[in-house]
């Protein structure tokens, strides 16, 4: 799980790669002072997973 590498943050934040970053690593649109639920982070987690289980099974 992602969750168990990533810690939860709330409010955005800029990675060390320079991007805006929120939840458990998440990078898509987000903007300078954007601020989640945890239930909003764990959405967004489950979309992380799903995109990455698409990527893998188009690698087959």
């Known amino acids: 799980m992602i969750n168990s590498f990533e810690s939860l943050k709330l409010a955005a934040y800029k990675c ?4 805006y970053t929120i939840g458990y690593g998440h990078n898509k ?18 979309d ?6 698409q990527l893998v099974n188009w690698l087959k």
């Open 16 to 19: 060390q790669a320079g991007l």
């Open 29 to 46: 649109n987000v903007k300078y002072k954007d601020i989640i639920s945890n239930s909003r982070a764990d959405f967004l987690v489950q």
């Open 48 to 53: 992380i997973y799903l995109l990455s289980s």
